[in-house]
């Protein structure tokens, strides 16, 4: 089993910029990436952002230009660096680590970009 522990969220005005971790623990070398996901009010969860260990990364089109996914093997944690935010962007923000027996998520950590 993997463990998850996020941090880094809060209230940011638009424009802002936030830095979003998360730690891993337990079963780590069964893990083949990690990722960001978010779920706004009133919708579904949608990806953000996933890195390889091999450091492939990939985005939502919503993000990209804005939002860097980066991962420190070492440490077994995974950031997003969030820039240039928008109210858009509220919503609870889910990691996510995928392992060849599934995957794990985080409790969440709440963003919210308001004036």
């Known amino acids: 089993q993997v463990q998850l522990v996020e941090s880094g969220g809060g209230l940011v005005q638009p424009g802002g910029s936030l830095r979003l971790s998360c730690a891993a623990s337990?079963?780590?070398?069964?893990?083949?990436?990690m990722g960001w996901y978010r779920r706004a009010p009133g919708k579904q969860r949608e990806l953000v952002a996933t890195i390889s260990r091999e450091e492939r990364t990939n985005y939502a089109d919503s993000v990209k230009g804005r939002f860097t996914i980066s991962g420190d093997n070492a440490k077994n944690t995974v950031y997003l660096q969030m820039n240039n935010l928008k109210p858009e962007d509220t919503a609870l923000y889910y990691c996510?680590?995928?392992?060849?027996?599934?995957?794990?998520w985080g409790q969440g950590t709440q963003v919210t970009v308001s004036p």
């Open positions: 337990g079963r780590t070398y069964s893990m083949y990436a």
């Open positions: 996510a680590a995928f392992t060849r027996d599934g995957t794990t």
